[in-house]
């Protein structure tokens, strides 16, 4: 049995086994009708029923809010994230590092954050799943790109052939993260090398597995 990243930020079996139906039950609570009218106002803003937001809204809260604080998370303006490795490279600027040397001096930030970054998910992760391999931590990542408003694809194509699609908007620097986090993973987790193409704002790795 094989364990699969889903769109849906789940893990399932292998697609030749039928994913179980989710069972669902009825609860009641009370809250103050503030609360109420502010939820009512938001489904009705995404044209969804009171129902699907509130269930969104705990699914969130059970999937990763819960954790924040104990994996020492915290929330990051995006546009602080998109400058950081600016100013560092600015500021290697004028501390005289010369011109052809700033490409490999972020290359070498950029890297050493990545493999920051895996070290720190093995620790998060087995926290939040109890469990640690290569689907997990492709769930943990997707789950932490929703909640951080970054838009994410997996599919399948050609039967082994994975493909991974994360629009972050951010810039040519956090492509670059990116591409170097996924190939920590996937060489890590899986030993295999994955092929990633990049552009300004998304990073596109297709793997075999």
């Known amino acids: 049995m094989i364990d699969e990243f889903t769109d849906g930020g789940g893990v399932r079996e292998k697609e030749t086994h039928p994913e179980k139906p989710k069972k669902s039950q009825s609860i009641t609570f009370r809250l103050d009708s503030h609360t109420i009218d502010e939820l009512e106002r938001v489904a009705g803003q995404n044209q969804i029923s009171l129902n699907v937001l509130v269930n969104q809204v705990l699914k969130r ?63 998060a992760v087995l926290f939040m799943k109890k469990q640690y391999n290569l689907w997990v ?35 040519e620097n956090w492509s670059l993260f990116t591409k170097e986090l996924l190939k920590f993973i996937f060489e890590n987790l899986a030993e295999v090398r994955p092929e990633v193409n990049i552009t300004a704002n998304m990073t596109v790795a297709e793997v075999i597995l």
């Open 137 to 171: 931590v492709l769930v943990v990542l997707q789950e932490y790109m929703k909640v951080s408003g970054i838009n994410s694809d997996h599919r399948r194509e050609d039967g082994r052939k994975h493909v991974f699609v994360i629009q972050h908007e951010l810039g």
């Open 61 to 123: 809260y059970s999937d990763w809010d819960r954790y924040e604080n104990r994996i020492g998370m915290m929330p990051v303006p995006k546009a602080m994230l998109t400058s950081l490795i600016d100013k560092a490279i600015d500021l290697a600027k004028k501390n005289g590092i010369k011109e052809e040397a700033i490409g490999p001096f972020r290359d070498q930030i950029i890297k050493q954050a990545a493999e920051v970054a895996f070290g720190i998910m093995k620790d």
